[in-house]
């Protein structure tokens, strides 16, 4: 039973598009987050949502908006895709503040 | 600073040596120091992580060495395996927040 999942996995799509990305996890945590990991490796927080609440919002383009229906769900819309968009967008928990964090699989963005 | 400096960018090391990676931060309020492994195309997974009440910490052939003074930390592996071989980041948490901030990752391979 998979406790972080996210869905695509894989998105290929041209420059312009809308394209969404869901995640959900099973494991009754309190906080959720979209990291972004670049082409060399580099993870960076994007949002951050604690009981469906947004907490962190990191120097992210308006194009990216969060929504966060329930505790266990957080889904990333990207508005006018652009080629610097491509990446894999990886979903995330934890209880509290100071939890681990559990990671997705990923969903691996190419915009073309 | 907000930054975690993490080096080196990569590492091969033969089947039963020591593998180690090192990281440096600025921000004293950072007060949670996990270190993550990633293999290719799955999400990071929490290896093992430390508190700066301790100098050291120890799972297993993994351990965590911190200097609070110096303000850095590093990732020792022993009797490193070829499953090893992954991309392994360290991370920093301030307190009271639930931003993690990772350093750029380590690709280590083991050789048989």
């Known amino acids: 039973d998979t406790a972080v999942s996210q869905t695509p996995k894989y998105l290929v799509t041209q420059m312009g598009n809308d394209k969404s990305i869901k995640c959900e996890q099973n494991?009754?945590?309190?906080?959720m987050y979209w990291y972004k990991q670049d082409s060399k490796k580099f993870l960076k927080i994007m949002f951050s949502?604690?009981?469906?609440?947004?907490?962190i919002n990191e120097t992210v383009p308006n194009r990216f908006s969060p929504k966060s229906p329930d505790k266990a769900h957080l889904n990333l819309h990207i508005n006018s895709l652009e080629l610097g968009d491509s990446a894999v967008y990886f979903c995330?928990?934890?209880?509290?503040?100071?939890?681990?964090?559990?990671f997705g699989e990923g969903s691996r963005l190419t915009v073309l | 600073q907000q930054q975690v400096k993490q080096s080196p960018q990569s590492l091969i090391v033969q089947k039963g040596g020591i593998s180690i990676i090192n990281c440096a931060y600025e921000?004293?309020?950072?007060?949670?120091f996990p270190w993550y492994q990633q293999f290719p195309g799955k999400g990071p997974a929490l290896l093992i992580a430390?508190?700066?009440?301790?100098s050291e910490k120890k799972e297993g052939r993994f351990t965590i060495s911190f200097n609070k003074s110096a303000k850095q930390f590093s990732l020792h592996i022993m009797d490193s395996q070829p499953g090893d071989s992954a991309t392994y980041f360290c991370a920093a948490s301030p307190s009271g927040t639930y931003k993690y901030i990772f350093g750029t990752g380590t690709r280590l391979k083991v050789l048989a």
């Open positions: 949502y604690n009981n469906k609440e947004l907490i």
């Open positions: 494991l009754g945590h309190d906080t």
């Open positions: 430390i508190r700066p009440d301790v």
């Open positions: 995330a928990s934890s209880q509290g503040w100071t939890g681990e964090l559990f």
């Open positions: 921000n004293t309020a950072f007060d949670y």
